[in-house]
């Protein structure tokens, strides 16, 4: 248990902090006279958010293989897996900046922006863009570090980028007045120094070896290396499906019922910033018993974050069910939208107990390089989450649309749980290394 919390903690606080960059940007550009700002940081981070959630999988599908080689002991195989994961993002990230002026036009175009809003968002767009390289490289880097047992790094590298990027964005806008250029520059800023200090922590405390570019570009080792990333960036494409089509089918109820939905959603936010530090601390552990082959740890890891999960999930209901109306209270004075809300707040005090088992075996089977079985539960849950608000929705509404999505989350931790008793023999470890 103590090391389930020395990996989740540091998670934890780093998922808590993530958000701080959009926040401080939309403060900033709320003081800079002219609600074009705020609308075009809202669509910019959109955009950026949208672009860099596609290549999580650099991150994921790191820290598996690098938690498994850690726990065989194997030097040169968490070596290979960062300088692999590194040359992929770096060359996606070059990509994008190549291909940066038709990306901006194809992401506007889809998210129907136009007007000033549109030129001062390309602007954004065009300056934050020269970062994704550092961003991306920065998923590796965080995949490798959990998956050689080190939450702590990333949490401070997170830290360091939210503090550089306060301090250069207030500078850049107000002391050299940029404007939201000087907001844009000073979040590339950051987002370089971030990349810097990361690869600075992975050379000076682990000091990996340089394999030969043969053995990083070896067919086998990629052929692998991909096999996972491509499962979880296909199971990213059902993920973002579901998430773009609930705020499409809350938009098209009104402005007032997409707010209602958006306020509500905050509560799976949050819960899900505490549920992924505990999914990072699966990954590192189970990827690393079972590069160990340690059947027992394995299965007692499991059930330790099982329980762990059931009793956060148990926590958050009982938070959301005393002070879940305060917590809307909170988030906006509009009547409107808290009085809409609680129509449909039971859905979303939910969420906890039916949510908490998609979250811990998703780290499970992360850190078992198991991605298809992932990939497999995903595209069913989403199936469901379709059919169900084709059924509900033109009956139910926006109830039918909460009742979809928590059968979403609810089939996928079900899913996963089935497909597990594969590790409920000793015979796995020895068939998988």
């Known amino acids: 248990m103590r090391a389930i919390l020395a990996l989740s903690v540091p998670a934890i606080v780093t998922n808590i902090t993530t958000p701080v960059l959009g926040i401080t940007d939309i403060a900033i550009a709320g003081h800079l006279g002219n609600t074009v700002f705020i609308a075009a940081i809202a669509i910019g981070s959109s955009m950026f958010n949208l672009l860099y959630w596609m290549f999580g999988f650099l991150r994921m599908g790191s820290s598996g293989l ?5 726990g065989a002991g194997d030097d040169k195989g968490f070596s290979l897996v960062l300088w692999r994961s590194m040359l992929i993002a770096l060359c996606i990230g070059c990509a994008m900046i190549i291909l940066r002026t038709p990306l901006c036009r194809l992401m506007l175009y889809c998210m129907d922006v136009s007007g000033e809003t549109y030129s001062v968002a390309a602007s954004y767009f065009e300056i934050c863009i020269w970062g994704s390289p550092a961003v991306l490289g920065t998923f590796a880097l965080t995949g490798w570090f959990v998956g ?118 905050q509560m799976f936010t949050v819960f899900s910033f505490f549920m992924d530090g505990f999914a990072f601390s699966g990954e590192a552990l189970c990827g690393r018993f079972k590069g160990a082959g340690d059947y027992s740890c394995f299965k007692q890891t499991v059930r330790l974050l099982l329980v762990t999960g059931g009793c956060l999930a148990t926590l ?27 129509d449909y ?89």
């Open 66 to 70: 690098t938690a498994q080689a850690f």
């Open 316 to 342: 958050f209901t009982a938070i959301y069910t005393v002070t879940g109306t305060g917590f809307l209270n909170l988030l906006t004075d509009d009547l409107t939208v808290v009085n809409g809300a609680k």
């Open 148 to 265: 050689m047992q080190n939450s702590r790094i990333t949490m401070w590298v997170s830290l360091t980028i939210d503090i550089v990027n306060i301090i250069l964005s207030l500078t850049f806008v107000f002391a050299a007045g940029m404007k939201l250029n000087g907001l844009a520059t000073g979040t590339l800023c950051a987002q370089w120094v971030g990349f810097v200090i990361g690869v600075i922590f992975c050379m000076r405390k682990y000091r990996p070896s340089v394999p030969a570019w043969r053995e990083i570009i070896e067919w086998s080792g990629l052929k692998r290396f991909f096999s996972v990333n491509v499962d979880i960036f296909l199971r990213t494409l059902c993920l973002v499906s579901v998430t773009m089509w609930f705020t499409r089918a809350g938009a098209s109820q009104g402005d007032t019922m997409l707010a209602v939905n958006a306020l509500l959603m």
């Open 345 to 433: 707040f039971w859905w979303a005090v939910s969420i906890p107990a039916v949510g908490f088992m998609a979250f811990t075996w998703d780290g499970i089977f992360i850190g078992a390089t198991e991605t298809r079985s992932m990939l497999a539960s995903m595209a069913l849950a989403t199936a469901v989450f379709f059919c169900v608000y084709s059924a509900a929705f033109p009956s139910m509404r926006n109830h039918g649309l909460w009742l979809a999505f928590i059968c979403y989350l609810a089939v996928r931790g079900a899913v996963l749980a089935i497909m597990s008793r594969k590790y409920n023999r000793p015979g796995y470890f020895c068939s998988s290394r």
